[in-house]
């Protein structure tokens, strides 16, 4: 796993290619963001505080993109399509309730 700055804070994160595209995803504390390879129904079948988004091949593509697509836990979060994923970072890595 890579450390991954965005801003004061640091995320671990993977980035492999793979064929023709590259899989990116930066983890936080309760949750992840990915790009389109990993599955959105798989994420949520199990349960993943997910949030997806498309056409990214770096840390920083995905840094700078928008949330395209998120799992029930991420929703319940407050994770919205059209969000920075800077702002769903944030969220994920926030002290939860419990």
């Known amino acids: ?52 988004v498309q056409g990214v091949k770096d840390y920083p593509d ?5 949330i395209q697509g998120k799992t029930t836990w991420a929703d319940d979060l407050g994770i919205r399509e059209g969000m920075s994923v800077r702002k769903a970072l944030e969220i994920m890595d926030s002290e939860q309730e419990e």
């Open 62 to 66: 995905l840094l700078n993109a928008k």
């Open 1 to 52: 796993m890579d450390a991954v700055k965005f801003g004061e804070r640091e995320y671990k994160g993977i980035k492999q290619q793979i064929g023709n595209l590259s899989l990116v995803i930066v983890k936080a504390k309760y949750g992840y963001i990915a790009c389109s390879y990993i599955s959105r129904s798989t994420a949520e079948k199990v349960g993943d505080v997910a949030a997806f």
